[in-house]
């Protein structure tokens, strides 16, 4: 099967510090990647699009100046949290959508992201 | 709002016998629904699809079952195995919506020997 790659995939950092994510496709192209958030026990949260060479589309009440995305290739994206704070704190997805299926995505591992 | 709906939290079924995992959804613009499995600190994994104008798909041990007029989608896995433990999401999909998924809460499934 398809596979993506997140990096890292554990970070603890300093309020007030950004942080940055990096989201692979390793087998295939990707157009079109997602970045998801999840709470404990809770289901993924869609944050945001991310569009290969376009700006990113933000889901309604996520702050596009704090989450930073960025899909320079068609195999990269990147997501960061700036000015981190421990509300921030969570588990980040993101996914890739395989182009030979029309609504197939691959997940990452996931980046546990610890704002202290 | 939540759009998809798995009101099942927890599930617990013994080793070989039949899995059935439920999943409701609201907005009948959707069209095509998946189901993935999550094992804790990992992202979640592609299981089996189906689109809207089917009513069932099959993938080896896992059957899809798509009832549009009730809304209702359910995952079974047969025989169950150890190895199914793991939270499992169903997902909902529109045309024209660049293949945004609307996931559901989740169920967590234990397989007992």
């Known amino acids: 099967g398809a596979v993506v790659s997140q990096h890292p995939s554990r970070v603890i950092c300093k309020s007030g510090t950004s942080v940055k994510i990096e989201c692979r496709s390793l087998d295939f192209q990707a157009t079109t990647m997602f970045w998801y958030r999840q709470f404990p026990k809770k289901s993924l949260m869609l944050m945001a699009t991310?569009?290969?060479?376009?700006?990113?589309?933000?889901e309604q009440g996520v702050e596009k100046d704090k989450f930073l995305i960025n899909h320079a290739s068609l195999t990269l994206s990147t997501l960061t949290v700036t000015s981190a704070h421990p509300e921030d704190s969570s588990f980040y997805i993101c996914?890739?959508?395989?182009?030979?299926?029309?609504?197939?995505?691959?997940f990452g591992p996931g980046t546990r992201l610890t704002v202290t | 709002d939540q759009q998809v709906k798995q009101n099942s939290p927890s599930l617990s079924v013994q080793e070989g016998r039949i899995s059935i995992l439920n999943c409701d959804y609201t907005n009948s613009m959707f069209d095509y629904f998946l189901w993935y499995k999550k094992y804790p600190a990992e992202g979640p994994t592609f299981l089996i699809s189906?689109?809207?104008?089917?009513d069932k798909n099959e993938d080896g041990r896992f059957t899809v079952f798509l009832n549009k007029s009730a809304k209702h989608l359910s995952l079974h896995i047969v025989p169950s195995q150890p190895g199914d433990s793991a939270v499992y999401f169903c997902?909902?999909?529109?045309?024209?919506?660049?293949?945004?998924?609307?996931f559901g809460t989740g169920t967590r499934l234990q397989v007992t020997l």
């Open positions: 996914s890739a959508r395989d182009e030979r299926g029309p609504y197939e995505q691959y």
């Open positions: 991310s569009n290969e060479g376009s700006k990113a589309t933000y």
């Open positions: 997902a909902a999909s529109m045309t024209g919506t660049a293949s945004k998924l609307t």
């Open positions: 189906i689109s809207s104008i089917k």
